[in-house]
C-alpha cells in the first residue's frame, strides 16, 4: 500500500490549496479515506473523511465550510480542498486508509 500527498505549499492567509492524495496496492474505491493534519507541537487531528463511493464526509468543527473533500476512485486519488485559509491552518497534512499513512505535505499559510 502506498499513499502520496502532494500539493502543499506556502499560501497567504485567505487563499486556498487542493491537496492530493494518490493510492496504490488496494482496492481504493472499497474503503473509507481520511485527511489529518500535525501542527508543530500538536498532537495529529482529523480533517475529514469520505466513504468509498464518495457519498457521505465527515469534517471536524473547524474545517466545516471552509474544506471540502472529495475522490476520483478512477484515479485512485482523493483530495482536500481548502479554502479560506488561516495561519491555524500551517500543518503538515497527511491522507491514511485503514492502518497506512502517506508521508504528508506542508501547507504554510502566512503573509
Known amino acids: 500500500v502506498q499513499l502520496v500527498e502532494s500539493g502543499g505549499g506556502l499560501v497567504q492567509p485567505g487563499g486556498s490549496l487542493r491537496l492530493s492524495c494518490t493510492a496504490s496496492?488496494?482496492?481504493?474505491?472499497?474503503?473509507?479515506m481520511f485527511w489529518y493534519r500535525q501542527a508543530p507541537g500538536k498532537e495529529r487531528e482529523p480533517v475529514a473523511d469520505?466513504?468509498?463511493?464518495?457519498?457521505?464526509?465527515v469534517y471536524a468543527d473547524s474545517m466545516k465550510g471552509r474544506f471540502t473533500i472529495s475522490r476520483d476512485n478512477a484515479k485512485n486519488t482523493v483530495y482536500l480542498q481548502m479554502n479560506s485559509l488561516k495561519p491555524e491552518d500551517t500543518a503538515v497534512y497527511y491522507c491514511?486508509?485503514?492502518?497506512?499513512w502517506g508521508q504528508g505535505t506542508q501547507v504554510t499559510v502566512s503573509s
Open positions: 491514511r486508509t485503514v492502518d497506512y
Open positions: 469520505i466513504t468509498g463511493a464518495g457519498i457521505s464526509t
Open positions: 496496492g488496494f482496492t481504493f474505491s472499497r474503503y473509507v
